[in-house]
């Protein structure tokens, strides 16, 4: 009986020790919560860097745009005097097939533009006027 009651012994200890062990492995998995707000502080100023290298891509995207809807109005511009002769656009109200209510409208009747633009407005002497502040 000495060494059956031993036994049991051993296999109780044996059982303890192991429930020991997994009870401080489970408390060793997982993330403190100062390496959490470490984490999060560290992705708020990569995220804001990221949003104010956005904002300049995109502020020199609209100036690149306004640039080269002035060129392309001054183009068409261009062309129509040198096609139709004259000094000035013709504009007519209503408008008719070949003249339109404004001069950018008269451009692109005429097929020196492809639509009116958003940003500059012809004027009837071949002047541009910024209808949206370009810089």
């Known amino acids: 009986m000495g060494s059956w009651t031993e036994q049991l012994r051993e296999e109780r200890t044996i059982m303890e020790n ?13 993330f403190t919560l100062v390496e959490l ?9 990569l995220a804001t860097v990221t949003v104010f290298a956005v ?27 040198a ?3 004259g000094t ?6 209503p408008a008719t097939a070949t003249v339109g209510t404004t001069a950018s409208e008269t451009l692109k009747l ?3 533009l492809r639509d ?3 940003k500059y407005t012809a004027n ?11 810089t």
């Open 18 to 30: 192991h429930n020991e062990a997994t009870k401080t492995n489970k408390h060793d998995k997982g």
């Open 37 to 45: 707000l470490i984490v999060i502080v560290i992705l708020g100023i």
């Open 55 to 81: 904002r300049g891509i995109t502020d020199k995207g609209q100036t690149s745009a306004c640039a080269a809807d002035k060129k392309t109005m001054e183009v068409a511009v261009e062309s129509y005097f």
């Open 83 to 85: 096609q139709n002769g």
């Open 88 to 93: 000035t656009i013709p504009t007519a109200t």
């Open 110 to 112: 005429a097929g020196f």
């Open 116 to 118: 009116v633009s958003d």
């Open 124 to 134: 009837a002497n071949g002047s541009l006027t910024a209808v949206l502040p370009c």
